[in-house]
């Protein structure tokens, strides 16, 4: 198994330079892939920042990205509720962080918005400190 890094990823996904996107298709291709969590957060920030790309463009390379057979990531299970409650309106970041604390029974955030969107999902209740 081999692990890449975001910059990899980024060209599979956007093809915006030939050249790498070929070397990065070959090393998915010909491998089995480790994808680390960090990569996966940097991975949506660089998309989102960088290319422009929406929340629905996020979810839909992602998912596809993540069907690959040979694609290993952390918490499988996880990952795909994250980017379900990304599809219904989180932040990916916080719907990241949500998902992976799924067995806390308490997640506290300053963040207003993540906390009145999460109190429709999941079962770890979010709250902002008092």
Not at 57 to 65: E, G, V, W
């Amino acid at each position: 198994m081999i692990a890449v890094d975001t910059n990899v990823v980024v060209r599979l996904l956007t093809k915006d330079d030939a050249a790498q996107f070929q070397k990065s298709y070959q090393l998915f291709d010909n491998n089995d892939v480790f994808i680390t969590d960090s990569v996966i957060l940097e991975t949506e920030w660089v998309l989102r920042f960088a290319y422009g790309f929406d929340g629905k463009q996020i979810s839909t390379a992602f998912n596809q990205l993540l069907g690959l057979p040979n694609v290993n990531v952390t918490q499988p299970a996880l990952l795909a509720q994250a980017i379900a409650w990304h599809e219904e309106g989180l932040d990916f970041a916080d719907a990241f962080h949500l998902a992976y604390n799924q067995y806390c029974k308490i997640f506290y955030t300053f963040d207003q918005k993540m906390s009145k969107v999460a109190s429709k999902i999941g079962s770890c209740k979010v709250n902002v400190p008092t």
